[in-house]
């Protein structure tokens, strides 16, 4: 009897402990309406169901249930306590859609249905794992407005980023970044290598978000250096919860990403037939003939593929791994990444080692201390490009078949008579070098003290350390300095730059039901940069290249230069906001600088914004289709202060030597009423989100004046100068911005969406000195005309009865002449894009995703530099050709765009004229991700947060809309190719492990 009391006590103490009771409720989006198919699931047990078409559901829970997590694909997560509710009813708000998300702005952070700027806000998971060494080439495609092109295919190569549009013309036009509250120096500041990026040395894993801030509400905080717009970077930081660790692993190989066949050199054959047809066009004799022949290799036995030889498969690897977590009062993140990519030429790579730590923690209820640091080692090699005689890309296409890489014996060919114009790439490759090495440090120290519940002081100070140590090595026995018995360079860059911070901010919720918000900020804000140059170089090393650092027996430089800026500022600005309805903003900064003339050391910069969500107003309370309706307007002034430390000051320079002794002289006038290029901008804008977030539309207008332009004003010859900078141009950029997200299939398995984004922008310059022309071929600054306006010739073609080249007289195309010294220069287009965007898109199922993006632009001319000797029509003949040169007129009555071709000879052909310009209009794969991520039952099997599995490609595939162009049509901003280093395409392979 006893056993069986113990036995019912037993079963029923089991059933109290796990009684169950039943909760119901509703599910329902922001707009009441119901969410079928949302999932409910108990955070403790696991357990769950799904809603019905109706939105309703019934779960039961036992005492070990707490909280009841509601999930829907698009929508945010809730958590809700059970406590003793037994009906719980839940909101589900769109995840990252609506208008209630929070961007970071400048000095802080704000909700979004408050912003009355144009800002664009960047998530770091589309930053993570990317083949690309520096954020800024991320950003492409991402942002409506924001033109980002790649210059060269080296790695860790500067990136040309313009937020809409080119403000300046002779002042800096990229924008400002700030990382973490810290305005940074940016863009190339190598003095040796042929490229490097001050943003390579940031892991992009590292980051949280990114922000672009376009107009004036957004940017003109920044003042004097806010004209060209600000991208501000947040890096990651820990959360409290408990700590986590991620692994992401990533390799990849790659390869040229365009090639057209009409850019293939012509192989053996196709040369010296074109050579035998050229000599005969030049009347040469058959001994003259063989004996040219002869000289150039006929006779051997040689067939080198050129490009074959100095291109390789490109290899990227990419390791990160991180470890965040915390309690209440301290949270931590700290990573460390390994970046290594080698480009398809030869002699181009980058590697970097990079680390960071960020520690927040509240010592107490009213104080808050952090520090936030990365750092990053980079080693680069970077061979010459344009028209070095080094540059391995004018090798692959100039070198002839028959200029033998290697001698009999293996050994590589270095013989001045075989290379007697270019140099064997594979030999410099093996014994010359060109290397850069890079100690990047970012920190900041923050301190926050809450006087009380809406009284916050803030105090930041940040340093930004770079130094770079740049080797250059010409050996002894071939090259540039054979002559000289070899060269060493030896360059040391080192920039210190300091910033501090102090703000006050203000912020309260008035009236009884809090509908007033104010938001006031006053702050005071000190930036110091030095930089510090050692420069030395050598002749006459050692004859042996096996010594890492030979000391040149002939030193011929050795100097030491310094140089730096400063600024310092007060600002303020406020937002006022009333029922979430209305916000208006303002902002005022005092900004002084260094870098201006002593009688206009200081500016005012100011904006003024507003914005209406009419989606809260009664009259809209009925159209349930529209979630987030809001019209934003802009206007202010900031300023450009990219124009070189010492612009303004009259200077001398000590290299005048007089009777072998030191002396100086005037090198630059002093113009102390030198200030900012002024910048006003005005925006108008439109975001809709309708249908529960299935359509998101953002529009925006814009007009950005530029005013006191610095350019060169002519000065009379009799006081020894050519000119003296001075405030005397203007210029508008004008366009458009539009960005679609539209989710047209969503359900619990399957979510596919869309996104398109364009933006036209029409730049015009609007006043000069007298308004006068400025030409700087192949570009010309008029009046009325684009900034990048190409001023040249016009090519008509071929005379197709003696296959000489034909030029049109003058802009009117009515005329040809085949005299290139009678024609008259026209404007035949600009470099500048007419619009340019992306469009890509997202399919989701279950744990599989396909993610695509397309770059596209269009509108634009790209030149070939070099086009007038790579198919010169006989001028340079020791040089190879390449595929389009085979179109040449042969005989009387043959129609084509490539006239006769002459051994030594052109007929001025190969004059720069439109004939060399090309449209730039291109369409680019730019990413395609297919990846898989683990069940989350498998992943609570093996005690897994996280597990993903992807394959990538970047830039797969690129369609070229003028059949004509002979190389990549993406180009640098001024559409210049210069036998850059290639662009690469990319196929990867990457595991992210989350614990």
Not at 293 to 320: K, Y
Request: proline share 4%; with cysteine.
């Amino acid at each position: 009897m006893k056993k069986l009391l113990l036995t019912v006590t037993c079963m029923l103490s089991v059933m109290l402990v796990f009684a169950q009771r039943v909760i119901t409720g509703k599910v329902t989006d922001e707009n009441g309406s119901p969410v079928a198919n949302a999932s409910v699931t108990v955070k403790e047990t696991g357990a769950g169901v799904s809603t019905n078409t109706a939105g309703d559901f019934s779960i039961p829970v036992d005492s070990r249930s707490k909280t009841l997590v509601f999930s829907y694909v698009g929508k945010a997560n809730e958590e809700i306590v059970i406590g003793n509710q037994s009906v719980i009813n839940a909101s589900l708000k769109q995840e990252g859609k609506a208008l209630d998300e929070v961007v970071v702005v400048a000095y802080g952070t704000q909700v979004k249905k408050k912003i009355t700027g144009a800002i664009a806000k960047v998530d770091g998971a589309d930053l993570e794992n990317k083949p690309f060494t520096s954020v800024d080439q991320m950003l492409q495609g991402k942002v409506a407005g924001l033109q980002s092109t790649s210059p060269t295919g080296q790695p860790g190569g500067i990136q040309q980023v313009r937020i809409r549009g080119i403000g300046s013309i002779t002042a800096g036009a990229a924008p400002l970044y700030v990382v973490d509250g810290i305005p940074i120096n940016s863009g190339d500041v190598s003095r040796l290598n042929n490229t490097s990026n001050a943003l390579a040395g940031i892991n992009p894993n590292d980051i949280e978000s990114i922000s672009v801030l376009k107009d004036a509400a957004s940017a003109s905080i920044y003042g004097s250096r806010a004209a060209n717009g600000v991208i501000l970077i947040t890096t990651k930081k820990g959360k409290a919860g408990k700590s986590k660790i991620r692994i992401d692993s990533e390799f990849g190989f790659g390869n040229t990403a365009y090639i057209n066949d009409l850019a293939k050199p012509l192989d053996r054959d196709q040369y010296f037939t074109l050579t035998r047809e050229g000599l005969v066009n030049a009347g040469a004799t058959q001994a003259q003939i063989d004996a040219t022949l002869n000289t150039l290799g006929f006779n051997n036995t040689a067939n080198e593929d050129w490009v074959g030889n100095v291109t390789r498969q490109g290899t990227t690897q990419n390791i990160n791994v991180s470890l965040s977590g915390g309690d209440s009062k301290t949270t931590f993140y700290t990573s460390a990444g390994f970046f290594d990519q080698k480009a398809v030429v030869i002699t181009s790579d980058f590697r970097r080692y990079s680390g960071s730590f960020n520690l927040r923690h509240k010592a107490s209820d009213k104080l808050t201390v952090g520090i936030n640091a990365t750092g990053s080692y980079i080693h680069q090699n970077s061979p010459a490009q344009s028209s070095g005689f080094r540059n391995p890309v004018a090798g692959a296409y100039w070198l002839r078949p028959s200029q033998n890489a290697y001698n009999a014996d293996g050994s590589l060919n270095i013989s001045n008579t075989v290379f007697n114009q270019l140099y064997n790439p594979l030999a410099i490759a093996e014994y010359d070098r060109i290397q850069l090495n890079n100690v990047k440090v970012l920190t900041n120290f923050t301190g926050e003290y809450q006087f009380y519940k809406d009284l916050k002081y803030t105090t930041k100070f940040g340093i930004d350390f770079i130094n770079i140590e740049e080797e250059r090595y010409d050996n002894p026995f071939f090259g540039d300095s054979r002559t000289v018995g070899g060269r060493m360079y030896n360059y040391d860059t080192r920039l210190a730059n300091w910033v501090w911070s102090n703000l006050l901010n203000y912020k309260h919720d008035f009236l009884a039901n809090k509908e007033l918000g104010v938001d006031l900020t006053v702050g005071y804000e000190a930036q110091k940069s030095k930089q510090y140059n050692i420069t030395t170089r050598g002749e006459g090393v050692p004859a042996t290249t096996s010594i890492p650092l030979p000391v040149p027996s002939s030193p011929s430089v050795a100097s030491g230069a310094r140089t730096d800026y400063a600024f310092v500022s007060v600002l303020s600005m406020a937002q006022v906001s009333y029922k979430n309805k209305y916000s208006v903003s303002g902002s005022v900064r005092r900004d002084g600088s260094s870098r201006f003339g002593s009688n206009n050391k200081y500016g005012t910069f100011w904006s003024v914004g507003g914005a209406w969500n009419l989606d809260q107003e009664n009259f809209m309370k009925g159209i349930k289709f529209i979630n987030a309706l809001k019209v934003r307007s802009s206007y202010g002034v900031n300023g450009n202060a990219e124009i070189g430390n010492y612009t303004w000051k009259g200077t001398y320079i000590f290299n005048a030597n007089y009777n072998q002794q030191p002396g100086s002289a005037p090198n630059q006038v002093e113009n102390p009423d030198l200030t900012w290029e002024i910048n006003k901008p005005f925006n108008v804008g439109l975001d809709v989100v309708v249908w529960d977030g299935r359509l998101t539309v953002n529009a925006d207008y814009y007009v950005r004046k530029t005013e006191n332009l610095i350019l060169n004003d002519p000065l009379s010859r009799t006081s020894g100068f050519n000119s003296v900078s001075a405030n005397v141009g203007s210029m508008e950029n004008k366009g458009v911005e539009f960005q679609v997200n539209v989710i047209p299939v969503r359900t619990k398995d399957l979510t596919w969406d869309f996104t398109f984004n364009i933006a036209l922008n029409k730049n015009k310059i609007t006043a000069l000195r007298n308004n006068a022309d400025i030409l700087g071929l192949p570009f010309i600054r008029r009046v009325g005309e684009d900034f990048q306006s190409i001023y040249t010739r016009l090519w008509a073609g071929v005379d197709p009865a003696t296959g000489n080249p034909l030029w049109y007289t003058d802009a009117t195309r009515s005329q040809t002449t085949t005299s290139v010294t009678t024609v008259q220069r026209g404007i035949i287009g600009s470099a500048s894009p007419k619009g340019f965007g992306s469009f890509s898109t997202s399919v989701n199922y279950k744990g599989f995703s396909l993610d695509a993006q397309f770059n596209y632009q269009y509108g634009n001319l790209v030149y070939d530099n070099w086009g007038f000797i790579s198919w010169s029509d006989g001028f340079n003949p020791q040089l190879n050709k390449i595929q389009k040169q085979l179109r040449r007129w042969q005989k009387p009555g043959d129609f084509t765009d490539v006239p006769k071709y002459v051994y030594g000879g052109a007929n001025v052909s190969n004059a720069e004229s439109s004939r060399w310009y090309y449209k730039g209009d291109f369409i680019r794969l730019r990413d395609l991700t297919l990846s898989y991520s683990l069940p989350k039952s498998i992943m609570n099997a093996v005690k897994l947060d996280n597990a993903k599995f992807y394959v990538r490609g970047t830039n797969l595939w690129t369609k070229a809309f003028d059949e004509n162009i002979t190389f990549d049509p993406e180009q640098p901003l001024t559409g210049v190719n210069d036998l850059q280093i290639l662009l690469q395409r990319t196929i990867s392979v990457g595991l992210t492990l989350g614990f």
